[in-house]
């Protein structure tokens, strides 16, 4: 049996709205241009790739804007209010 690698930094999983369904990985860049075309609303949950299925947060939880305890997309500019400071 063998050890599946992890999956790469900066990617992310998020959950549609509509059944649930876990979509990606997904890298970063790709995220933040459909979040800037439109396509992703702020009420999606998402996640880093390498996180577990219990760490999925909001794109317009406020809480998530950089704080210590944030590490989910912290880097990712989906959004104006989760870009690093």
């Known amino acids: 049996m063998g050890v599946t690698p992890p999956p790469p930094k900066d990617w992310y999983y998020y959950r549609d709205l ?14 933040a241009k459909w979040y800037s075309a439109g396509y992703l609303a702020p ?3 998402m996640r880093e790739a390498e996180q577990p299925d219990t760490a999925y947060k ?21 959004a104006p209010s989760m870009k690093p400071s």
């Open 18 to 31: 509509d059944e649930g369904t876990v979509q990606g990985p997904f890298d970063e860049a790709l995220i």
């Open 43 to 45: 009420q999606l949950i």
């Open 58 to 78: 909001s794109l317009a939880d406020p809480t998530q804007a950089g704080g210590a305890s944030r590490r989910s997309c912290a880097r990712c500019a989906c």
